[in-house]
């Protein structure tokens, strides 16, 4: 804990007649800090699994068509039920976390974490559609490239939120 003194100018008399009715009036000024610090790993797991949950199994997906050799292997039913899941997961842990968070104008780790799942399951659903109607229409390459596309973009909304906890939480 840290305690400070200091004067304080401000631009008012306060109602004083006896000063300019702009001031500058100097007044001291107390500050106490207190550093505060909790070892909060297991409140941050608890709470965002099932934002994670959703923002792997986007990443299952979109890894599953971003390559050539395992393009073939999931095919766009499992696809769908694995996105599906992933936005019910989304959603799930939005209702949740949002029940136990106090209303805030500010961009917090948990809206962070939130737009982070719903971003890559929005790509990961997109991906499924468009990849799917490529390989229809047998524009194999083409349906390679955007599923690389997507992919790429997965892998960056997932290292903006590592790098959001890893500020978060002090490391």
């Given at each position: 804990?840290?305690?400070?003194?200091?004067?304080?100018?401000?631009?008012?008399?306060?109602?004083?007649?006896?000063?300019?009715?702009?001031?500058?009036?100097?007044?001291?000024?107390?500050?106490?800090?207190?550093?505060?610090?909790?070892?909060?790993?297991?409140?941050?797991?608890?709470?965002?699994?099932g934002f994670g949950?959703?923002?792997a199994?986007?990443?299952?997906?979109?890894?599953?068509?971003?390559?050539?050799?395992?393009g073939?292997?999931?095919?766009?039913?499992?696809q769908?039920?694995?996105?599906?899941?992933?936005?019910?997961?989304?959603?799930?842990?939005?209702?949740?976390?949002?029940?136990?968070?106090p209303?805030?104008?500010?961009?917090?780790?948990?809206?962070?974490?939130?737009?982070t799942?719903?971003?890559?399951?929005?790509?990961?659903?997109l991906?499924?559609?468009?990849?799917h109607?490529?390989?229809?229409?047998?524009?194999?390459?083409a349906?390679?490239?955007?599923?690389?596309?997507?992919?790429?973009?997965?892998?960056?909304?997932?290292m903006?939120?590592?790098?959001?906890?890893?500020?978060?939480?002090?490391?």
């Amino acid at each position: 804990m840290k305690i400070f003194s200091s004067s304080e100018f401000y631009e008012t008399a306060y109602g004083d007649p006896t000063m300019s009715p702009v001031g500058p009036s100097i007044y001291p000024r107390i500050t106490i800090e207190i550093d505060v610090k909790r070892n909060g790993w297991r409140l941050l797991l608890s709470t965002f699994i099932g934002f994670g949950l959703a923002i792997a199994l986007a990443g299952i997906v979109l890894t599953s068509s971003a390559f050539r050799h395992t393009g073939d292997v999931i095919d766009i039913g499992a696809q769908l039920a694995i996105g599906t899941g992933a936005l019910f997961s989304t959603i799930g842990s939005g209702y949740i976390l949002q029940s136990g968070l106090p209303p805030s104008t500010d961009f917090s780790l948990a809206d962070a974490f939130q737009l982070t799942a719903f971003t890559v399951t929005f790509l990961t659903m997109l991906m499924i559609f468009v990849v799917h109607v490529l390989r229809r229409r047998r524009m194999r390459q083409a349906a390679i490239m955007t599923a690389r596309v997507l992919f790429v973009l997965y892998l960056v909304a997932v290292m903006l939120i590592v790098y959001r906890v890893w500020v978060a939480v002090g490391a």
